[in-house]
């Protein structure tokens, strides 16, 4: 049995009569000015860890943060405007308490009765939340007889209520079901899922992706690399690339070259070919197709072109595991938007039949969205940079937490 097989999950424990502190992440897209949730995924997956607790007779206490107050107390970030919608999907009333710490808290805790939810202010208005602090994480684990981490979208950070909160509970922790569900996912992604295993890497976030190469280029058949993350490598084999996307930095160009002359020789990571490039940053370019190597200076590669789709298409068409984080292209602009729809579609279409799809990240979730693709997806990840992190195969803080005394 592995690490990860021995976390215990929510489903572990009886709660009647117990606190559960559950640190949940409640950061969703909101409308600024009404304050209505547009997208509500990360709160719809953790329903089922809180109805459980319910079912069991116990007593919930909800922990999460919102946006980046960073330490301050600021209205627009609260988060009273989850109250409403929890209330309508667990049929409760939802009680709420404007602090995390301290003796007000306390009184609404120990109110608390078997059954009822209790909903905490921002974590995040205290600045100690992220700077892992040891007797701030003491003073939350007060509120809870028991710990769940359901927040997977923020388990890749050091902060108090992730990785410092759950060692005050010894033995009486564990993780909630849409944690479970992402540890599930990526499991088949790394390996246990049925072959042909393919990874599609894109976006513009290329040092935080490149070394994650070198972890699965092993685990996986295929690896497919287009979007802003392609240039740096074709650059580094002695491609002219103009002016596309490429971080200019002592510490990336080592990064790159160490992952290059790992990777070099690899047959089963794939570059696109040719690329759509525009001579300026907007959808109203000039454009024209050419090789990926040969961009001319003033120009730069914006999507990848027709051959590219094919190829990228071809290797999707026959996988029959597939995880997709970053878009091939500016695809916020209609006009190199080409590619990422077409990967969407190749993508949905194997799901079709039969294929497990997990995507994640913000920007590959809004290019679903924007195709009304996301139901037709067999796993939306929660969480972009904890998935990308938890590919690097190893245990994510929020996940080592959990299983330390
Ligand atoms: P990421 O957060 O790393 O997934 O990056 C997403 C962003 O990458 C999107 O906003 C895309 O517009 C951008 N992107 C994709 N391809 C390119 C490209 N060739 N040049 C510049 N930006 C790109």
């Known amino acids: 049995m592995n690490l990860i097989e021995k976390i215990k999950t929510v489903n572990d424990f009886n709660f009647k009569n117990k606190l559960a502190l559950v640190r949940v992440d409640f950061n969703v897209p909101i409308n600024n000015e009404t304050f209505k949730i547009i997208d509500d995924t990360r709160i719809k997956y953790t329903l089922p860890t809180i109805q459980k607790i319910i079912s069991d007779n116990g007593k919930v206490v909800l922990l999460s943060h919102f946006g980046k107050p960073k330490g301050k107390r600021l209205k627009n970030y609260s988060l009273k405007f989850i109250i409403p919608y929890l209330s309508e999907k667990l049929q409760k009333p939802i009680k709420f308490s404007k602090y995390c710490i301290g003796n007000t808290v306390m009184k609404n805790v ?236 190749a993508i949905v279409n194997v799901t079709k039949h039969g294929t497990f799809s997990l995507v994640g990240g913000g920007d590959s979730l809004a290019a679903l969205k924007m195709e009304n693709c996301e139901k037709k997806i067999s796993y939306l990840s929660t969480g972009g940079g904890a998935m990308l992190e938890s590919l690097k195969n190893k245990l994510i803080p929020g996940l080592k937490a959990i299983i330390s005394l």
């Not at 690329?275 to 190597?293: E, G, H, L, P, R």
Request: hydrophobic share 40%; aromatic share 10%; glycine share 10%.
């Open 110 to 345: 120990h109110e608390l009765k078997n059954g009822e939810i209790l909903l905490l202010e921002n974590i995040r208005f205290y600045k100690e939340e992220e700077e892992n602090n040891d007797f701030f994480s003491f003073q939350l684990s007060k509120l809870g007889d028991i710990y769940i981490n359901d927040a997977f979208g923020v388990s890749h950070r050091l902060h108090s209520s992730i990785t410092n909160t759950p060692k005050f509970f010894g033995q009486k922790k564990g993780i909630g079901l849409l944690m479970k569900k992402e540890i599930q996912s990526l499991k088949k992604i790394l390996g246990k899922g049925k072959k042909p295993i393919t990874i599609l890497l894109g976006g513009a976030k290329i040092s935080s992706k490149i070394e994650i190469l070198e972890y699965i280029f092993n685990k996986v058949d295929y690896i497919l690399i287009g979007g802003g993350m392609a240039y740096p490598f074709i650059k580094e084999k002695g491609g002219n690339v103009g002016d596309s996307i490429i971080e200019k930095n002592e510490i990336f160009e080592k990064k790159l070259k160490k992952v290059f002359l790992k990777l070099k020789n690899k047959t089963n990571i794939l570059f696109p070919t040719d690329v759509m490039i525009a001579d300026s940053f907007k959808n109203s370019a000039n454009t024209k197709i050419v090789s990926i190597d040969s961009i001319p200076n003033g120009w730069r590669g914006l999507d990848i072109g027709p051959n590219s789709i094919k190829k990228f298409c071809n290797i999707i068409n026959k996988s029959k595991t597939i995880l997709w984080n970053g878009p091939v292209g500016v695809f916020e602009f209609s006009n190199f938007s080409i590619g990422t729809k077409s990967i969407i579609k």
